[in-house]
C-alpha cells in the first residue's frame, strides 16, 4: 500500500486528483493535497510518501525544485510532473532528476491513472529477473553476465595511474568515457548482518547479479552512466557530465550523486534484506583521474568502520589531511560536535526563513546534507527538520498566547508563506488550531 501526495497551487485540481485515486482500485493507503512547494515539503519531511505527483508552476517554488528538494530528504521517492505547457526544457529537466512521467494539462483521467499505475507497479518489482530467484527454487536460473572485455578495461581505468598513458585496447569512447567531467561510486554489499550461514557461493553470485540490475535500473535515465562488476564482484559506477550538464548545475552535482547513493543503500536493502556501503568520490575532470576518483570512493568507505550505523559516504565530508594517522574517537567525536553545534547555532539563527533547505544549511557547515542530517539526528535525537518545526512552533504559540498578531501574521514571522499552511502544522504538532489555542 502506497502514500501518494499530490500538488497544485489550484485546490478543485488538487480535490479532482485526489478523487480519481481514491475510486481508482489501485493499492494506496492514503492520499495528501498539499497547494504550495513548500508545503508539499513539509508532507515529504514528516511523513512516508511513496509518490510524488506535482504540477510544474506554482508560485515561489515550482514543480522542479519541489522535485530536488525532494529527492535530497527522501531520493527513493518517485515523482510525475504535470504541466499546462508542453516545454521541452522543463520536461527535459524533469526527465533528468528522475521523474517517471510527463503529462500535459488538460488531463485525461484514464491516462493519468495509467501512469500511477505503472510507477506503483515498477516500485513493487524494481529488478523483476534478479528478484525471481529470491521466490523459489533456482538452481537453475541463468545469470547474462555483463561482456567481460569491455567490464575488465574499464577496472583497469580505475586502477591505473594518472600518468599512465598508451592504453592498449578499447578507447575511451569505445568504452563509452565521454565526460569530460567524471565520478566514481562504489557499492560493497554485506552478506552477514543476519548471520545466516545458508548462503552458498551460487546464492551469493545471485545477489550480486541482483544488486548489479538494481543499479541499472535506478541509473536508467542517468545519461551515459556506467555501472558493472569489480574484480571482486561488487558494484562500480562510473558517473559522467558533459561541459554543459556541469555549467547547468555545478552545485546540485554532488547532492545527485548523494541521491543516487543513497536510493542504491535503499532499494538494496528493501528488496535484497541485505545493507550494502557505498563510497562516493568528488568530480574531476578527464579520464585520466578515474583512478584518483576509484581511489576516493575506496577511502570514504573506510569509514564504515567508524560510524558503524551510516552507509553512505562522500569523500568531500571528511579533513583527510587530519587523518594521516588513525583518527581516535575522541578526535572524531569531537569534530563532530563541533559540526552539530554550528548547525544548531545556524537554524537558531534562520529557522524564520521562507525556504530554508538542508543544503542552504549544510553548505555554511561544508558537508554534505546526508552526513549532516545522521550527525544531527544521532547526537540530537531529532532530524533537522523536527529542529526547525519545534523552533518555528514554540514561537508560534508564544505569540498567540501573549500578542494580539492576527494568524497571517505570525505565520509570516515563523516563516511559513501561507496562513493555512501554518494552521495545518500547528495543528499536528500540538493538537489543536490556531484559534482553538487562542481560546
Partial sequence: MYN????DDEPLICKGLAGLLTTSGLAIEGIITAYSGQEALDYIRMGDIDLLVTDIQMGEMNGIELMQQAKIVKPWVQTIIISAHETFQYAQRALQLGARDYLI?????EQFLDSVRSVLLKMDKPVPQALEFLKGDHEHFRMEEPPSGRTEQLNQRLCAEPEQSGWSGMREQELGLIGPYFAVIKMKLEYTDDGDQSYTVHDNRLIQYAALNIAKELLEQEPHTLAFYSPERNINIIVQWSEQE????VGGKINHLEMIG???????????????????SQ???GPEFLSVLSRQADKAMLWREQLHDFHVFYYGDFNWHNYAQET???VLSNQSNRIVENTRQYIEHHYRQKGLTIHEVARNN???PNYLSYLFKKYTGSSLWEYVVKLRMEESRALILNTDLRRYEIAEQVGYESPEHFSKIFKKYFGVSPSELKK
Fill in 4 to 7: 501518494i501526495l499530490v500538488v
Fill in 283 to 285: 568530480i574531476l575532470r
Fill in 105 to 109: 494539462k488538460p488531463l485525461n483521467s
Fill in 262 to 280: 543513497r536510493s542504491l543503500h535503499h532499494h538494496v536493502a528493501q528488496h535484497l534484506k541485505r545493507n550494502c556501503t557505498v563510497g562516493i
Fill in 328 to 330: 581516535s574517537q575522541e
Fill in 366 to 368: 561544508h558537508v554534505s
Fill in 246 to 249: 556541469m555549467e547547468e548545475n
